[in-house]
């Protein structure tokens, strides 16, 4: 925290409607998976890191992810927050709000966030410090070892903020503009980056037929992986693979007709082939995609994977600068250590918005 | 980019890319037991000082997985620390990797508990009374933890490998105690699988609520003892610790 003599205040979050399943949520375990637990945390890391740098937050912060339907919440006094993810109706009280902003909500108000479009996940930060009980260092869920973190209709969760109110209501947003790039999720087929994976050359033809087939996600896809119905084909004489450790986003092929796309919760591959590991700058855009959602693929070669993978971190911290100048000139409460940050010209797959 | 390393004599560590931000570790040698056993030297050894921009280390029974953060790193950088930090600590990780606790499992085997018990025997052509004294009699090492920190073991001493099962189980127990090849595993929580079950201890062995969470730790050993129904049921829900290994 910047301002030495800022006073933290308690403010009650309280939850009217649930959503279908809304999580307190962060970037994840750090050094779990030795410990056989997965590093779990948002679905969409980016747009996570992106509503807790907007409200001042570190991107490590916890922070709702919400998914489907509707989702309410009253607040007890003045906050500071932000809503980015998948498009939706973002309404304070009755009033719209723009995603991808810092928003002022009042005492009392009721913040909405419904009908998402085209995603899946939204992410609701808050400036300031949730209330939550942390399991091997983060909030994150891990709900097979018993640590669920859902909110339901009329829970409460705490927050610890320096915000005060001192802003006209709702739009703080016309005081900055922000360098955010906002995924664009309205293509009607999205194309993940995809580079060759142990078992790739080991199923015949599988990269020409990823490339030029379209795939429908299956619903019963999770944190664990996403479920891709579609053409497959299987490995021919392949010896037993020996269970071993899977990256975030390799692509497996099971013995039914599908790909998974093996995400945070994952653990140990139960010995199928591996034919493919989606670019790490693909993972967040996988976070957004709902049952339904027709995918194709994009072969690209490792360096490739990582140059696409940095230009993300690039502007992340550009956003993370821009934003301590622009809060520490405002007298507004920033955490995080304030870098240097260079553009390296425009995001692929995103378009510029100032906000 | 691929490197291959000889750590000693017939055993060598191979190393290769696996997406954009981790390598995959294998290592190579005739025999499954010593592949399997400088592999947990090969984890130690990468532990003991992991390596600048390596965020995670995921063991598999025969392979490490290496995770790194590719802001700052590459493949050909990390590939390169890891033969150092390997070349350092394999030696030394020989005696390193053992931690000397032994912890006792109370075990009921069969019946309702081990439903796979009479089906891995006939398939060893032993009685499943074999199989049980066969499995109790070996100390097992624990050479990883598993998903949702499940204890894994390898060197089972079984005459042949187990099968897995043709179809997943949807659901086993918590406590479970598993077989398949010749590794073993306990499962710490409800869920599917594809090992056989060949009994159950009553202990918990991994609680959120619980500190420690869990109190094993690859290099623990863990000696399996065979239970009673009566005794099953007077030990049903404690807490797996080196103090009920003295029981």
């Known amino acids: 925290m910047t301002q030495g003599s800022a006073t933290t205040h308690r403010v009650t979050l309280d939850v009217l409607v649930p959503g279908w399943l809304t999580t307190i949520q962060d970037l994840g375990r750090r050094g779990s998976e030795r410990l056989g637990v997965a590093t779990g945390g948002a679905a969409d890391q980016y747009s996570a890191q992106v509503a807790n740098l907007l409200v001042g937050n570190e991107r490590t912060a916890p922070l709702l992810e919400i998914m489907g339907a509707e989702f309410s919440v009253q607040v007890s006094a003045g906050v500071l927050f932000s809503v980015t993810g998948t498009p939706a109706s973002v309404l304070v009280d009755d009033f719209p709000v723009d995603l991808w902003r810092p928003v002022f909500a009042a005492a009392g108000s009721v913040i909405t966030v419904a009908t998402p479009q085209d995603g899946l996940r939204s992410y609701l930060a808050f400036n300031g410090a949730l209330e939550s009980g942390r399991f091997l260092g983060s909030v994150a869920p891990d709900s097979r070892m018993g640590f669920p973190q859902q909110l339901r209709a009329g829970d409460s969760v705490g927050l610890d903020t320096e915000y005060t109110v001192f802003v006209q209501p709702y739009g703080v947003g016309t005081w900055f503009s922000l360098p955010v790039p906002v995924p664009d999720l309205s293509a009607p087929v999205w194309t993940i980056d995809v580079t060759d994976g142990p078992e790739t050359s080991a199923v015949d033809g599988i990269r020409e037929l990823m490339a030029s087939s379209t795939y429908t996600v299956g619903d019963k896809s999770d944190h664990i992986g996403v479920r891709l119905g579609g053409p497959v084909r299987h490995p021919q004489g392949l010896g037993e693979i020996v269970s071993h450790g899977v990256p975030i986003g390799a692509v497996e092929i099971p013995h039914s007709d599908e790909l998974i796309i093996l995400g945070r919760a994952r653990s140990l591959t139960a010995g199928y082939p591996i034919v493919g590991v989606a670019s790490s700058a693909a993972l967040s855009l996988l976070g957004q995609a709902a049952p339904g959602r027709k995918i194709t693929f994009r072969w690209i070669d490792p360096g490739e994977s990582i140059a696409l993978y940095r230009e993300q971190r690039r502007w992340l911290r550009l956003l993370e600068a821009r934003v301590h100048s622009a809060f520490e000139a405002a007298g507004l409460p920033v955490r995080g250590v304030r870098r240097s940050a260079r553009p390296g010209g425009a995001a692929p797959g995103a378009r510029a918005k100032s906000a | ?247």
Do not use: K
Request: negative net charge.
């Open chain 2, 1 to 247: 980019m691929e490197s291959t390393t000889v750590l000693e004599s017939g055993v060598s560590l191979r190393i290769q890319p696996f997406g954009d931000s981790a390598l995959m570790l294998d290592v190579l040698a005739e025999d499954r037991l010593v592949r399997q056993e400088a592999t947990v030297r090969v984890r130690s050894s990468i532990l003991l000082e992991v390596p600048f921009g390596v965020l995670d280390v995921v063991a598999g029974f025969e392979s490490l997985l290496v995770e790194f953060d590719a802001d700052r790193v590459e493949h050909e950088g990390v590939d390169q620390a890891v033969r150092l930090a390997v070349s350092l600590g394999f030696a030394r990780s020989a005696d390193a990797t053992a931690s000397g606790r032994v912890l006792e499992v109370p075990t009921l085997f069969g019946g309702e508990f081990g439903p796979d018990l009479e089906e891995v025997a006939a398939e060893l052509d032993l009685t499943a009374a074999e199989v049980v004294d066969r499995f109790v009699d070996r100390p097992l090492t624990i050479s990883l933890l598993g998903a949702a920190m499940a204890p894994m073991m390898h060197g089972v001493d079984l005459p042949a490998d187990v099968s897995r099962t043709a179809l997943p189980r949807t659901r086993v127990e918590g406590g479970s105690v598993m077989l398949a090849g010749s590794n073993a595993i306990i499962s710490p929580f409800p869920g599917p699988t594809g090992w056989r079950v060949i009994g159950r201890t009553p202990l918990t062995i991994c609680d959120i609520e619980h500190d420690p969470v869990v109190s094993y730790a690859p290099g623990d050993v863990l000696r399996f003892r065979a239970i009673e129904r009566v005794e099953f049921e007077s030990l049903a829900g404690a807490f797996l610790s080196s103090a009920t290994a003295l029981s």
